[in-house]
């Protein structure tokens, strides 16, 4: 393309221009330009790298007058496609620019095709004779580029024009009435609805989709209003369904959105009973993705939506475990209604209970068990409990306390269930992380690594505590918290460096492993004391340094604050030390006080342990002892440091008191 000539098309400079075409500044033969020099229009057929020619550029920048002079001398400049096949007319219509926009239709449409088109134009002529049709590379007309840039007036121009372009889907699918819905543009959803044919006859193409969607199938997503007005343009559109058997009503339960679903059940309740291709009701939807105001919505609809089951047999409850949807299944066991579902099976005859050991869900194990409803010993088609379950899942190496299969077991276990009548070596070869498997190996070596850190860095704070200490040993050498100072620091470096020596034995791989799990069961128990010992140093350090001899109590609130502040800390810095507290929920509510317990001093809580191959059960205790009396220390602490530095203080008022009154007498003795 000639530069001048691209440099005025794309500034608008009109004088650049007449001088690149050679135009003269009058008009004759009734407006219309005459060329100065025959032959230098022919400039015009040039195309940049990109393939757009000077109307391409004029019109994407909305120089009206540039385009009229180039279609005046080349009319064939209309039908000139880039390399992306957009028209001059695309153009225009992606830019907004409405008046070239209108411009441009007048030459697109030829006029024995404008007189010999019907009204509705329903393909009489492909869209490469109608360029007003154009299609670029990707399928979309100016229609849809108008309606993908957000520009209503260019639509409104276009559908005036020619209503048959709201028929006319792209490459992807997409009909302009889908992509405004899409884009939640209510007011080109509205430009579109009117001008829709007048006999009521709607083809598919008007509302279609990707996927065999509708436009109510994107509006149910953007707008109620939106979805209202769709509705009454085409109510038939509520039952079509995609290539997935969705209909608009699963979309709306899917996202929930409360409006839409009201609407569409209003008008017509059946639409709760349409499946997908996978069996799920709008119902099984809502509750897949944890819309509990939806599910109770369908259900005062539809009472018997908690009879509906998919190709698997999965009622609600059982689609709401599946993808641990908590508050659903909490909102489902505190409603009546809802009981009947506590102890369905699906298609392979699991139980909602089932499922919840089955995805690892230890909090809806939990809400399940406390329902007195729901049976903890139903079998499946494989004969199999849900103790047998959890069992299979647990990991019977070395692990966490506090893991959820852990916890399933052991409140399944202390609620009374019960496993399935088989012989119990059929489950040792399911049985992982035993021994010494490569598994169990590697969760030595990151133990080792990890722990040995912690242990080397308490040992080496407390061994530098004593020594730099607030105040002299020897102010401070009666004073209760010195003496608690003193005993929590050595005892925190007494099990912080025996804890060091287990974890080396711990990672040598010339140990046995039965050994090696032994020394890490054994060090993580002295390293959660040694860590409770020295947030109880750090306390009485800090109460030393606030409070020295001689001077009463000047820090008293922040003594209080690093007390309460020290035993939050000891309660919670290890949450698995209270996980038997986990499990009293749900016990108190299945078995009552008693059953709680009796689960506690009765001689259930040893079979649970051994079933964890947990060799050494006391530790658990020990941890919880520990934890309980350096809360007990730090407590008794402060308040008998705080009682041995009162008296002092009160003598000293008190001589002070009876000075006063020796000197007034004096004074006042007659001379």
């Known amino acids: ?55 391409h550029i004029a019109a994407g920048r909305g120089y009206l007058e540039h385009a009229r002079i180039m279609c005046d001398l080349d009319a064939s400049l209309v039908r000139a496609r880039n390399n992306l096949r957009n028209t001059p007319l695309i153009c225009a219509a992606k830019a907004g620019h409405v008046d070239v926009v209108c411009y441009l239709m007048e030459h697109a449409l030829a006029p024995a095709t404008v007189a010999a088109s019907p009204p509705w134009y329903a393909g009489a002529s492909s869209d490469e004779e109608s360029m007003i049709r154009a299609r670029n590379s990707e399928g979309a007309t100016a229609m849809h580029e108008a309606i993908r840039n957000g520009h209503e007036a260019v639509l409104a121009k276009l559908m005036s024009a020619d209503g048959g372009l709201a028929a006319v889907v792209d490459g992807k699918g997409f009909s302009p009435l889908y992509l405004a819905a899409a884009l939640g543009r209510a007011d080109m959803v509205d430009v579109l609805i009117a001008g829709s044919p007048p006999d009521g006859v709607k083809s598919p193409a008007y509302y279609a989709g990707p996927d065999g969607q509708t436009a109510l199938h994107a509006a149910v997503l953007a707008s109620e209003e939106m979805s209202k007005s769709l509705w009454c343009w085409e109510p038939t559109l509520a039952k079509k369904v995609d290539n997935s058997g969705n209909t608009a009503l699963h979309h709306a339960a899917s996202a929930g959105k409360i409006g839409a679903v009201k609407l569409l059940l209003l008008e017509d309740s059946s639409l709760a009973y ?34 509906l089951l998919d190709n698997r047999g999965r009622n609600v409850l059982h689609c709401a475990i599946e993808h641990k949807k908590e508050k659903v299944v909490q909102h489902m066991c505190k409603n009546p209604r809802f009981g009947r579902m506590m102890n369905a099976r699906d298609s392979r005859g699991n139980t909602p209970l089932h499922l919840a050991v089955k995805h690892g869900c230890d909090r809806i194990a939990m809400l399940l068990v406390r329902d007195v409803k729901v049976n903890l010993s139903i079998m499946n088609n494989d004969g199999a409990t849900p103790l047998d379950l959890a069992i299979n899942e647990l ?32 489950y040792l070869n399911k049985r992982t ?8 190996l590697s969760k030595f070596t990151n133990l080792t690594q990890n722990r040995a850190i912690g242990s080397v860095l308490i040992a080496t704070v407390t061994f530098a505590a004593p020594f730099t200490m607030p105040g002299t040993a020897a102010d401070a050498a009666e004073r209760p918290a010195f003496w608690a100072f003193i005993l929590s620091d050595a005892l925190a470096f007494l099990c912080s460096t025996v804890a060091t020596c287990l974890l080396m034995y711990a990672g040598l791989t010339t140990v046995h492993p039965r050994y090696r799990s032994r020394y890490h069961v054994w060090s993580s128990n002295l390293l959660h004391v040694g860590v409770l010992l020295v947030i109880a140093t750090f306390a009485f350090g800090v109460h030393l340094a606030l409070s020295p001899p001689g001077t009463g109590i000047p820090g008293g609130n922040l003594n209080a604050a690093v007390c309460a502040m020290a035993c939050v800390s000891v309660l919670f810095a290890q949450p698995g030390t209270w996980w038997p507290t986990v499990l009293a929920k749900p016990i108190w509510a299945r078995l009552g006080l008693k059953g709680l317990l009796g689960v506690l001093l009765g001689p259930r809580p040893i079979p649970c342990q051994k079933l964890l191959l947990s060799r050494t059960p006391w530790l658990n205790l020990f941890k919880m002892l520990a934890t309980l009396l350096i809360l007990a220390l730090i407590l008794v602490t402060f308040l008998l440091d705080m009682s041995y530095l009162r008296p002092p203080a009160a003598q000293h008022r008190f001589s002070s008191n009876l000075l006063l009154q020796s000197q007034r007498q004096f004074c006042s003795y007659p001379t």
């Open 1 to 55: 393309m000639n530069h001048e000539l691209l440099r005025a098309a794309a500034t608008g400079d009109k004088a650049l221009l007449d001088q690149v075409l050679g135009l003269r500044s009058t008009t004759d033969n009734g407006g219309e330009l005459e060329a100065t020099q025959r032959g230098n229009p022919s400039c015009l057929k040039g195309v940049t790298s990109e393939g757009n020619t000077a109307l």
């Open 433 to 440: 992380g035993v021994g010494g498997s490569e598994k169990e």
């Open 395 to 426: 990991d019977h190496g070395y692990t966490y306390p506090m893991n959820p299969e852990v916890l399933i077991v052991q409140c399944l276990v202390w609620c009374g269930a019960h496993r399935s009548p088989r012989r119990r070596d059929e």
């Open 274 to 307: 349409i499946p997908d291709v996978d069996g799920l009701f709008p119902v099984h939807t809502a509750a897949k993705m944890g819309k509990i105001d939806i599910i109770e919505q369908l259900m005062e609809t539809c009472p018997n939506s908690d009879e």
